[in-house]
């Protein structure tokens, strides 16, 4: 006691504001249920399991730490099974949800020699029984970001609901038959609910969708909210409210009372945006899932080093999925777990190692490689039982929740509990990854993704020009007319024709998919593409040229993104149905690029003599601007100053900048142009969007990625190919020399495939080549794989054979 005594200077009371970790290891995954216990330090609020909390006391000093330490209660084989009272699991008075109980015990313990007094005691400092009380009390940082993860992803109720104007118009919605008031369309039909008008939604940036008039009709009146007509049904919260000034969907509580002023009564509406187009999606989808996860095969469980599950923290298997596949690669395993042990990368983290992502990669590390975490969750809990038809004997796995929390800081789509697309993880990943690594290519594990594409520019002038970008991912589009099976695609569609013309469905298993040779993909990729509208520096116009595309150098690892999903009306991404025949061996020695070849002549330098930096301006808000009485000039500087974000918004900046004293100045060429992240360039790039349309889209939403991905599908004129090469030494990448390389033969190694309709629902898995053997990672889950689904993957990954 008098040891505690004199170390009260080292306990803190915690304060609401403070992070109290008490649910896991800040360092490993141990938790209170772990042999060792949890040890909290009462300073710094940071738990330890026992081989961890030896080390931070010689890193900081702090002696005294709240242990923690949860036991299994036995149950009897003989307990009468309560009647419950209450519709409700595991709650008292509910069902019995058969959970294992534990029994907790308390210790304060003071380092080095591990001194334990028992705890609650009167005996104890009132300081160290308050510090206690409240770390107990309080609810853990662990569950705090989840819970904030979870309400960030709910609607909120609009602003302008309550009090919505309504117009007495005489305007009855029919329940159906409903067409755009301004043109012919007859989907993607928004129902403004203040005037009853029925108009066409966005514009796509492939030119499919609507044609704009719902939003134009909402810049023109400001009448702020739409319900989207074919999504309200009987439930009536399920139905698509858009606000134009909040810029999102939202809740309308007094939905069904804005619905009935127009007369439409919800309760008889049916959802009308299922096709049979999408119904034949979904038993696809169902095929998709038993091929994918092998269901009803007989999976053998695996455990040990390198084969450990991932606990999924709710919509988080894109995370498990790549998270599995990266560190199966050398270059991640060799960093993060062989070359770096727990206790050197704490020493080298910040005082709170939870947000240090070198920590959390080699505490992820160590959790997935080790083995330590790998056994059998029947080994933790004796009422288990195993079948052995399914891969039922599974792990408890460990939960990645620490390493999300940091990955995902700078990221408020990877922080929201929603489903992700796994190539954009990667992306952010690996981007993530360079940074904290600091450029230096010997500590750098993502440089072994890294490689150099080449365009080659051929003008019709005769003369060339050749730029060059760094990728971590090869995007290729799937040729369908390319496919190797097309008399049995085109039985298949006759027979389609004709169960739909006697109103029948065709049955999934007469289904039948393209099937495209990934070399034909990656033929694709290099194949000639003519650019329309190039401005020629020699010619000193815009005319047709031809561009060729190949990679300077081959990467450790290729990762090949198949682009299977479109965007199709309504802003929906539409998944292509197709198999990709995938060999275990490629050779892509024939796409590396040849650069400047002897005899050619280069285009010269310049830039498009109609063209300047001036940046660029949206007319269309302009103009609105200008017909409200203000001057031209001040418009444009305006809408410059708010990145082309809308009336309102270049409004408001003219009202607050009329006195400025340089308003009246020309626009100057530098006005707005400021320079962008490659990397997000480069992200943009890998969407499949043209480097230029890329760049003007990142400066007019201020380097937002979301915003520029939104303001590309907003302004489809910008997607217009207008590629002005000034130059060949103009390049968006370094010399490439400290880029990897080595030959073009490489051998697959992983496939992350993807079950359901969009990147943005469904689930997601991986398959690993481990030891000579393909072996299945659905999160917890791990086991030997029978039929691995090599034609179904979205992301694959590929190990260059060198030698």
């Given at each position: 006691?008098?040891?505690?005594?004199?170390?009260?200077?080292?306990?803190?009371?915690?304060?609401?504001?403070?992070?109290?970790?008490?649910?896991?290891?800040?360092?490993?995954?141990?938790?209170?249920?772990?042999?060792?216990?949890?040890?909290?330090?009462?300073?710094?609020?940071?738990?330890?399991?026992?081989?961890?909390?030896?080390?931070?006391?010689?890193?900081?000093?702090?002696?005294?730490?709240?242990?923690?330490?949860?036991?299994?209660?036995?149950?009897?084989?003989?307990?009468?099974?309560?009647?419950?009272?209450?519709?409700?699991?595991?709650?008292?008075?509910?069902?019995?949800?058969?959970?294992?109980?534990?029994?907790?015990?308390?210790?304060?313990?003071?380092?080095?020699?591990?001194?334990?007094?028992?705890?609650?005691?009167?005996?104890?400092?009132?300081?160290?029984?308050?510090?206690?009380?409240?770390?107990?009390?309080?609810?853990?940082?662990?569950?705090?970001?989840?819970?904030?993860?979870?309400?960030?992803?709910?609607?909120?109720?609009?602003?302008?609901?309550?009090?919505?104007?309504?117009?007495?118009?005489?305007?009855?919605?029919?329940?159906?038959?409903?067409?755009?008031?301004?043109?012919?369309?007859?989907?993607?039909?928004?129902?403004?609910?203040?005037?009853?008008?029925?108009?066409?939604?966005?514009?796509?940036?492939?030119?499919?969708?609507?044609?704009?008039?719902?939003?134009?009709?909402?810049?023109?009146?400001?009448?702020?909210?739409?319900?989207?007509?074919?999504?309200?049904?009987?439930?009536?919260?399920?139905?698509?409210?858009?606000?134009?000034?909040?810029?999102?969907?939202?809740?309308?509580?007094?939905?069904?009372?804005?619905?009935?002023?127009?007369?439409?009564?919800?309760?008889?509406?049916?959802?009308?945006?299922?096709?049979?187009?999408?119904?034949?999606?979904?038993?696809?989808?169902?095929?998709?899932?038993?091929?994918?996860?092998?269901?009803?095969?007989?999976?053998?469980?695996?455990?040990?080093?390198?084969?450990?599950?991932?606990?999924?923290?709710?919509?988080?298997?894109?995370?498990?999925?790549?998270?599995?596949?990266?560190?199966?690669?050398?270059?991640?395993?060799?960093?993060?777990?062989?070359?770096?042990?727990?206790?050197?990368?704490?020493?080298?983290?910040?005082?709170?190692?939870?947000?240090?992502?070198?920590?959390?990669?080699?505490?992820?590390?160590?959790?997935?490689?080790?083995?330590?975490?790998?056994?059998?969750?029947?080994?933790?809990?004796?009422?288990?039982?195993?079948?052995?038809?399914?891969?039922?004997?599974?792990?408890?796995?460990?939960?990645?929740?620490?390493?999300?929390?940091?990955?995902?800081?700078?990221?408020?789509?990877?922080?929201?509990?929603?489903?992700?697309?796994?190539?954009?993880?990667?992306?952010?990943?690996?981007?993530?990854?360079?940074?904290?690594?600091?450029?230096?290519?010997?500590?750098?594990?993502?440089?072994?993704?890294?490689?150099?594409?080449?365009?080659?520019?051929?003008?019709?002038?005769?003369?060339?020009?050749?730029?060059?970008?760094?990728?971590?991912?090869?995007?290729?589009?799937?040729?369908?007319?390319?496919?190797?099976?097309?008399?049995?695609?085109?039985?298949?569609?006759?027979?389609?024709?004709?169960?739909?013309?006697?109103?029948?469905?065709?049955?999934?298993?007469?289904?039948?998919?393209?099937?495209?040779?990934?070399?034909?993909?990656?033929?694709?990729?290099?194949?000639?593409?003519?650019?329309?509208?190039?401005?020629?520096?020699?010619?000193?116009?815009?005319?047709?040229?031809?561009?060729?595309?190949?990679?300077?150098?081959?990467?450790?690892?290729?990762?090949?993104?198949?682009?299977?999903?479109?965007?199709?009306?309504?802003?929906?991404?539409?998944?292509?149905?197709?198999?990709?025949?995938?060999?275990?061996?490629?050779?892509?020695?024939?796409?590396?690029?040849?650069?400047?070849?002897?005899?050619?002549?280069?285009?010269?330098?310049?830039?498009?003599?109609?063209?300047?930096?001036?940046?660029?301006?949206?007319?269309?808000?302009?103009?609105?601007?200008?017909?409200?009485?203000?001057?031209?000039?001040?418009?444009?500087?305006?809408?410059?100053?708010?990145?082309?974000?809308?009336?309102?918004?270049?409004?408001?900046?003219?009202?607050s900048h009329m006195d400025d004293p340089d308003i009246d100045a020309p626009i100057s060429q530098g006005q707005g142009s400021e320079s962008v992240d490659q990397s997000k360039v480069d992200t943009l790039i890998s969407f499949g969007f043209q480097e230029d349309v890329a760049r003007k889209a990142l400066k007019a939403s201020n380097g937002d990625?979301?915003?520029?991905?939104?303001?590309?599908?907003?302004?489809?004129?910008?997607?217009?190919?207008?590629?002005?090469?000034?130059?060949?030494?103009?390049?968006?990448?370094?010399?490439?020399?400290?880029?990897?390389?080595?030959?073009?033969?490489?051998?697959?190694?992983?496939?992350?495939?993807?079950?359901?309709?969009?990147?943005?629902?469904?689930?997601?898995?991986?398959?690993?080549?481990?030891?000579?053997?393909?072996?299945?990672?659905?999160?917890?889950?791990?086991?030997?794989?029978?039929?691995?689904?090599?034609?179904?993957?979205?992301?694959?990954?590929?190990?260059?054979?060198?030698?």
């Amino acid at each position: 006691m008098d040891l505690l005594r004199s170390n009260l200077s080292r306990v803190r009371i915690p304060e609401p504001t403070n992070r109290i970790y008490k649910q896991e290891c800040c360092l490993s995954f141990e938790t209170p249920r772990s042999e060792g216990g949890l040890f909290i330090d009462m300073f710094t609020f940071l738990a330890f399991g026992k081989e961890c909390v030896g080390w931070n006391f010689e890193k900081t000093g702090n002696p005294v730490y709240l242990h923690i330490k949860q036991t299994k209660k036995l149950k009897p084989e003989d307990r009468p099974l309560k009647k419950p009272t209450l519709l409700a699991i595991g709650v008292d008075g509910g069902f019995d949800n058969n959970d294992t109980e534990y029994e907790e015990t308390r210790n304060i313990v003071i380092l080095p020699d591990y001194v334990s007094l028992p705890f609650p005691s009167v005996e104890l400092p009132e300081k160290v029984r308050l510090a206690a009380d409240a770390i107990l009390l309080a609810e853990g940082a662990e569950r705090k970001e989840q819970v904030a993860a979870w309400t960030a992803d709910t609607k909120q109720v609009s602003a302008y609901a309550v009090n919505l104007q309504q117009i007495d118009n005489g305007v009855v919605i029919p329940p159906s038959g409903w067409k755009c008031s301004q043109c012919d369309k007859t989907d993607n039909l928004w129902l403004n609910l203040t005037d009853g008008v029925i108009l066409c939604g966005r514009k796509n940036w492939d030119g499919s969708g609507g044609n704009n008039h719902a939003v134009e009709h909402y810049k023109k009146t400001g009448y702020p909210l739409a319900v989207k007509l074919g999504t309200i049904t009987a439930d009536i919260e399920s139905a698509d409210v858009y606000s134009y000034p909040e810029d999102d969907s939202v809740l309308d509580p007094l939905l069904a009372q804005h619905l009935a002023f127009f007369g439409i009564d919800f309760s008889s509406l049916q959802k009308t945006e299922l096709t049979t187009a999408e119904r034949e999606l979904d038993r696809n989808t169902n095929f998709d899932w038993n091929r994918i996860q092998e269901s009803g095969q007989e999976v053998e469980p695996i455990f040990g080093p390198g084969y450990t599950g991932l606990v999924n923290l709710g919509n988080s298997c894109y995370l498990a999925a790549t998270m599995q596949v990266v560190f199966s690669t050398r270059s991640f395993s060799s960093r993060y777990y062989i070359n770096q042990n727990l206790k050197k990368a704490f020493e080298a983290a910040p005082a709170d190692p939870t947000v240090d992502l070198n920590m959390q990669l080699t505490k992820l590390a160590h959790g997935l490689l080790s083995g330590k975490y790998s056994i059998p969750a029947s080994e933790n809990d004796e009422n288990a039982t195993v079948a052995s038809s399914t891969l039922t004997d599974k792990q408890e796995g460990i939960p990645p929740r620490m390493f999300k929390a940091v990955i995902a800081a700078s990221h408020p789509e990877f922080s929201s509990m929603r489903q992700q697309d796994a190539l954009e993880f990667f992306l952010h990943f690996i981007d993530q990854v360079e940074r904290a690594n600091g450029g230096k290519s010997e500590l750098d594990p993502a440089r072994s993704f890294k490689f150099g594409i080449e365009d080659r520019i051929l003008c019709s002038s005769g003369k060339v020009a050749y730029n060059r970008r760094n990728d971590y991912i090869l995007s290729l589009n799937i040729p369908l007319h390319e496919a190797t099976n097309k008399e049995e695609l085109e039985s298949f569609h006759k027979l389609k024709a004709e169960k739909l013309s006697e109103g029948k469905e065709v049955s999934g298993d007469d289904i039948v998919r393209p099937r495209v040779p990934l070399e034909a993909c990656l033929a694709n990729f290099s194949a000639p593409e003519e650019i329309h509208d190039f401005y020629s520096t020699t010619l000193k116009t815009k005319t047709t040229a031809v561009k060729t595309a190949g990679l300077t150098s081959f990467p450790d690892y290729l990762v090949l993104h198949m682009r299977k999903f479109v965007m199709e009306a309504g802003w929906v991404p539409k998944k292509l149905d197709v198999y990709i025949d995938v060999p275990d061996i490629i050779d892509i020695s024939h796409m590396r690029s040849k650069g400047h070849q002897l005899g050619e002549e280069l285009l010269p330098d310049g830039v498009p003599e109609e063209e300047s930096n001036t940046p660029w301006v949206n007319e269309e808000i302009v103009s609105q601007l200008v017909s409200m009485g203000f001057n031209h000039i001040h418009c444009q500087k305006a809408v410059i100053n708010t990145s082309n974000a809308g009336v309102e918004e270049a409004m408001n900046w003219l009202l607050s900048h009329m006195d400025d004293p340089d308003i009246d100045a020309p626009i100057s060429q530098g006005q707005g142009s400021e320079s962008v992240d490659q990397s997000k360039v480069d992200t943009l790039i890998s969407f499949g969007f043209q480097e230029d349309v890329a760049r003007k889209a990142l400066k007019a939403s201020n380097g937002d990625i979301e915003k520029a991905t939104d303001w590309i599908f907003s302004n489809p004129d910008a997607s217009v190919s207008s590629m002005d090469a000034t130059s060949s030494n103009t390049t968006s990448a370094s010399s490439g020399a400290d880029l990897p390389d080595g030959g073009g033969k490489y051998r697959l190694i992983g496939i992350i495939s993807h079950i359901g309709t969009s990147t943005h629902c469904g689930h997601y898995l991986a398959h690993i080549l481990k030891d000579g053997r393909w072996v299945i990672f659905n999160d917890n889950k791990v086991g030997a794989s029978i039929n691995p689904p090599k034609d179904m993957g979205y992301l694959y990954f590929f190990e260059r054979l060198d030698g």
